[in-house]
T-cell receptor, first 108, second 116 residues
């Protein structure tokens, strides 16, 4: 089983839609979880950390389910500018393991 | 402004040539990392360093070498032993790695390496 798995997408959604991504991880001892955003041909940028109690930042909500070993990212009221690849990141045996990402395209 | 600077932005390598990618940070971060990203793929860890004069191999260290003589700098050399070096190389830094808990990493804007 891969350390971090994500649905590669693409997810094509209309503006204003709500979209959710899930990510599963294999290391039950992982304690640090993040979502990054990567635009085409750019570096990844930290979107938000994921806390045990779940956390929200504007239109973005992140949740952690330790029992099932997955984290999720919910984007409400999608904007064209949300189009990007979203990377799930978890700490493993080596520093931070990055998923391959889920591509989101928001369509006008 | 604090940040991570990678140079050059684009680099071309001839067969059999070693090239060095620069990474400098002024965030006062202890830990630094090098990743490789191939088109449509995730990030793969090449090397990382938690402290000056110390570094560890990542998942794909073969054909690469690093040094960490200063806290601010973590150059990566792509040697002629790396047979498929064409990729997007990303340098990152973070606060110190903790016991079981890691800080988020901050990235430079990358170097694209191509073979001539």
């Amino acid at each position: 089983r891969k350390e971090v798995e994500q649905d590669p997408g693409p997810f094509n959604v209309p503006e204003g839609a709500t979209v959710a991504f899930n990510c599963t991880y294999s290391n039950s001892a992982s304690q640090s979880f993040f979502w990054y955003r990567q635009d085409c041909r750019k570096e990844p940028k930290l979107l938000m950390s994921v806390y045990s109690s779940g956390n929200e930042d504007g239109r973005f909500t992140a949740q952690l389910n330790r029992a099932s070993q997955y984290i999720s990212l919910l984007i409400r009221d999608s904007k064209l500018s949300d189009s990007a690849t979203y990377l799930c990141v978890v700490n493993g045996d080596t520093p931070l393991v990055f998923g391959k990402g889920t591509r989101l395209s928001v369509i006008a | 402004d604090g940040g991570i600077t990678q140079s050059p932005k684009y680099l071309f390598r001839k067969e059999g040539q070693n090239v060095t990618l620069s990474c400098e940070q002024n965030l006062n971060h202890d830990a630094m990392y090098w990743y490789r990203q191939d088109p449509g793929q995730g990030l793969r860890l090449i090397y990382y360093s938690q402290i000056v004069n110390d570094f560890q191999k990542g998942d794909i260290a073969e054909g690469y070498s690093v040094s960490r003589e200063k806290k601010e700098s973590f150059p990566l050399t792509v040697t002629s032993a790396q047979k498929n070096p064409t990729a997007f190389y990303l340098c990152a830094s973070s606060k110190p790695l903790g016991q079981g808990r890691n800080q988020p990493q901050h990235f430079g804007d990358g170097t694209r390496l191509s073979i001539l």
